[in-house]
């Protein structure tokens, strides 16, 4: 049995870790101008970074100390991320559908739409989340 889940997992991952990853760039969904007026005073960023499963992630800071972080990846991941969040909540008005979690002190914000994911994970509270969600989904097919 537990050879048999173990096998299960492993085939999961593989497809979860080597799905298509939409061909977007997370630092161009949001203008340093928007951000500012989201987010605060922009001190760093936009800074690219590939995520731990290829997923592309862009991050900023903010004169505050704050951090803001914004990743696109395939929709084929939703159910293992909304399956793993500690209290998801749905979110209405975004995307094809919407929830929000916390981790800790940092609010995270996943919206699916279309064949992406966009998550947007921040220091900055739930609301800049929702804001930045807002501005970003925009531009995702």
């Known amino acids: 049995m537990k050879k048999t889940l173990g096998s299960v997992l492993i085939i999961a991952f593989s497809i979860f870790a080597f799905a298509q990853t939409p061909d977007l760039d997370p630092c161009t969904l949001i203008d340093k101008e928007d951000l500012a007026k989201i987010f605060g005073e922009i001190k760093e960023g936009p800074k690219p970074k590939e995520g731990l499963m290829k997923e592309k ?6 004169i505050s100390g ?9 929709s084929e991941r939703w159910g293992l ?17 919407a929830f929000s979690d916390k981790r800790g ?17 921040t220091s900055g509270g739930s609301e800049v989340a929702r804001k930045a969600a807002e501005t970003a989904i925009k531009k995702i097919p």
């Not at 991320?81 to 500690?86: H, L, M, Q």
């Not at 002190?105 to 994970?121: C, F, H, Q």
Request: proline share 2%; with cysteine; aromatic share 8%.
């Open 81 to 97: 991320k909304k399956g793993s969040a500690n209290n998801p909540v749905d979110v209405k008005g975004l995307g094809e559908e």
């Open 105 to 121: 002190t940092d609010a995270e914000l996943y919206v699916r739409k279309g064949k992406s994911i966009l998550e947007v994970r």
């Open 57 to 62: 992630e862009c991050a900023w800071t903010n």
């Open 66 to 74: 704050s951090w803001l972080s914004v990743s696109v990846y395939s």
